[in-house]
């Protein structure tokens, strides 16, 4: 039965499982649990492959409506249940990553350190900030490469998605990452959010 979805996209093996829609905390973990047991049955990896891409697109989409310890929770789950196609990030090192390890370079290294380098979600607000002003005070002086941007914005959105105004004030603070990133944080309907200008 497994065999039945090769070749095919994402999108229509969700349709050909007639799955609930991917809004909701309870429908996407249905749908992992569902793609896992697949897996198992034999379903071909590039499948899955697609599969894990499209569910952890879903996953970023719900942005906007849940918590980030939500999607956090969603992605974990993700990797927890179908990490070992994921799809490997080999190759350039992520650009936060490299700032993190600088910024905590002398640190002993903690469990919450080494897990970081493995799964950025894992890390908590506070590391996340400290990242941030180590890679305003490089835009400073430096520009980021649309690669560098592209690693480094997930983490911008994630303080922001707190709406916790103590975290957000300080994002807002950073001169060189509002002007490389040519970003402002404002207020549209009592959330704060990222404009670019």
Do not use: H
Not at 144 to 163: A, F, G, N
């Amino acid at each position: 039965m497994a065999n039945l979805y090769e070749g095919y996209t994402a999108e229509e093996i969700f349709n050909a499982l007639e799955a609930k829609p991917l809004n909701t905390k309870k429908n996407i973990l249905e749908y992992i649990d569902q793609i896992r047991k697949l897996a198992k049955e034999g379903m071909q990896e590039a499948e899955v492959k697609k599969v894990y891409e499209w569910i952890e697109k879903q996953i970023e989409a719900l942005g906007q409506n849940v918590k980030i310890n939500t999607m956090v929770y969603l992605k974990n789950e993700l990797r927890t249940k179908l990490g070992k196609f994921a799809a490997p990030t080999k190759g350039e090192e992520n650009a936060f990553v490299r700032f993190y390890k600088q910024t905590f370079e002398n640190q002993v290294k903690t469990k919450e350190y080494t897990y970081a380098l493995m799964d950025l979600s894992r890390l908590n607000e506070a590391s996340v900030l400290e990242t941030l002003k180590t890679i305003n005070t490089y835009c400073l002086k430096n520009k980021l490469s649309p690669k560098e941007k592209e690693d480094i914005m997930p983490m911008i959105k994630r303080i922001v998605d707190t709406q916790n105004l103590r975290l957000v004030n300080q994002v807002r603070s950073m001169e060189g990452i509002r002007k490389n990133f040519r970003i402002k944080i404002v207020e549209v309907n009592k959330r704060l959010v990222i404009q670019n200008v």
